[in-house]
């Protein structure tokens, strides 16, 4: 391959797949039905500014119920309760407060490297199918923090935005 067709190999490459997709922190599932459990998986590409992630923080949106974090090997989890908006059913039990935020804190994740932190949830029944819901996440770091909570305005997308919350489009049952 001579230097020119790689160079235009590697700008094509570029275009298709912009660096600053891949910058964000995202669920690596981005779909799913909604009266079901989901497990929603937080792929944290990259620290701050070249600084090591020490907290994830995520916001539970509204109809996330049942919310288990995983535990995560040198790192301590902790929970946020609070009241929600309405009550579900779950079970034939009737929820009417539960996990609004989930912080991973202690840990140390080197900007070279990348990890996942792991939530189990179920998607309540009731959600509205063909919206998206959002998770807004708070990502702290030796120096500095970076926050993922941009959520989109009618007629935007996220990759309008250069701090998008992660989103998860719910789909019919």
């Not at 094509?12 to 964000?24: E, I, N, Q, R, W």
């Not at 996942?116 to 770091?141: H, K, M, R, S």
Request: include cysteine; aromatic fraction near 10%; charge should be negative.
């Amino acid at each position: 391959m001579t230097k020119r067709v790689f160079i235009a190999a590697l700008l094509g490459a570029s275009v298709a797949f912009p660096l600053a997709a891949s910058a964000h922190i995202t669920l690596e599932k981005q779909e799913a039905k909604v009266g079901g459990g989901y497990k929603a998986v937080f792929r944290v590409p990259h620290g701050c500014a070249g600084s090591p992630t020490v907290a994830i923080h995520i916001q539970i949106p509204e109809g996330v119920i049942n919310v288990k974090p995983q535990p995560k090997a040198g790192w301590q989890v902790a929970t946020v309760k609070g009241k929600y908006e309405k009550s579900y059913t779950l079970y034939g039990s009737t929820l009417t407060e539960g996990v609004k935020q989930v912080d991973f804190t202690g840990g140390n994740l080197p900007d070279d490297f990348y990890d996942e932190f792991v939530l189990n949830t179920t998607l309540a029944g009731d959600l509205p199918a063909d919206t998206t819901i959002y998770f807004p996440v708070v990502q702290d770091c030796t120096s500095g923090t970076d926050r993922w909570i941009e959520i989109p305005a009618a007629g935007k997308t996220a990759e309008d935005y250069e701090n998008p919350a992660p989103g998860l489009k719910l789909l019919e049952k």
